[in-house]
């Protein structure tokens, strides 16, 4: 039997979420994103659950979605696709629990967009952050056009997106993107113990600040359906296609705005 795509361990009050793909470096796939979209919310009602710690396995948080998966394709696939991936954001910004991310190792592409949609970041020293998204001829989801500005300023998030760069844990750190910076290895301890203080707080309080954070200034939701509806434009593109082939023959993309 295939192993899960997610697991989920419950240390007290305090529930442990991990991808669990590292043959693919837990990149997201069709199954992953449904599969912690269904984590999160179980967590989100699970009465016995205060505060929720997303991670990754076999040293790597997220790197990014499965461009093995990803073709060009008209919007009427595109658009499903996109929406379980929000599906995933709109559980973490919607739920009662507040979030809290551990990451080691690479979080590119969409495995910004999941930390930075966390309600708190800690990283390892050595981890490596980049956007990515261009880098096959698309502009980002899962929320990262509401959470990364939200993080480190607009002026700052559209640099990162327009010319992407590798920060590691520190760098991040400095420019917002990171709340905290532990040695490697230690993330997710620390994390569990962030989050086990946390539950201590009173949940109903947590839950109203988990309501007003996402009202603070335009209702972050909105971007999800824009988001949809981008990705569905980008997806039957022939830069797209161009980005993906690049990809595999590790050459640098020729893209020409068809």
């Not at 009050?13 to 179980?42: G, Q, Y």
């Not at 499903?80 to 991936?85: D, H, K, S």
């Not at 999800?224 to 980005?243: C, I, K, Y």
Request: some cysteine.
């Amino acid at each position: 039997m295939a192993e899960p795509t997610i697991l989920t361990e419950d240390r007290g009050p305090v529930r442990v979420v991990t991808l669990n793909r590292p043959e693919r470096r837990n990149a997201i796939d069709l199954v992953l994103r449904v599969e912690l979209a269904e984590a999160l919310e179980r967590a989100s009602d699970d009465s016995a659950v205060r505060v929720v710690v997303l991670t990754g396995s076999g040293g790597t948080f997220c790197s990014g979605g499965d461009i093995s998966t990803m073709k060009r394709q008209g919007a009427d696939e595109t658009i499903p696709r996109a929406q379980a991936a929000q599906r995933v954001v709109r559980a973490i910004w919607g739920g009662e629990k507040p979030v809290l991310a551990a990451v080691e190792g690479a979080a590119f592409g969409a495995g910004v967009s999941l930390a930075s949609a966390c309600d708190r970041v800690v990283a390892a020293a050595d981890a490596v952050f980049s956007t990515a998204f261009t880098g096959v001829g698309l502009a980002g989801d899962m929320g990262l056009f509401s959470s990364l500005p939200a993080r480190v300023g607009p002026a700052a998030a559209r640099q990162l997106m327009l010319l992407p760069q590798r920060l590691d844990g520190t760098r991040a750190h400095e420019v917002g993107l990171v709340d905290e910076v532990v040695p490697p290895g230690t993330s997710l301890d620390r994390a569990v113990a962030d989050a086990e203080r946390i539950a201590t707080a009173p949940p109903l309080a947590l839950r109203e600040m988990k309501r007003l954070w996402r009202r603070w200034a335009a209702d972050p939701f909105d971007v999800l359906d824009l988001e949809v509806e981008s990705q569905a434009r980008l997806f039957d593109t022939s830069d797209f296609a161009e980005g993906v082939e690049a990809f595999y023959a590790k050459r640098t993309p020729n893209f020409t705005g068809h």
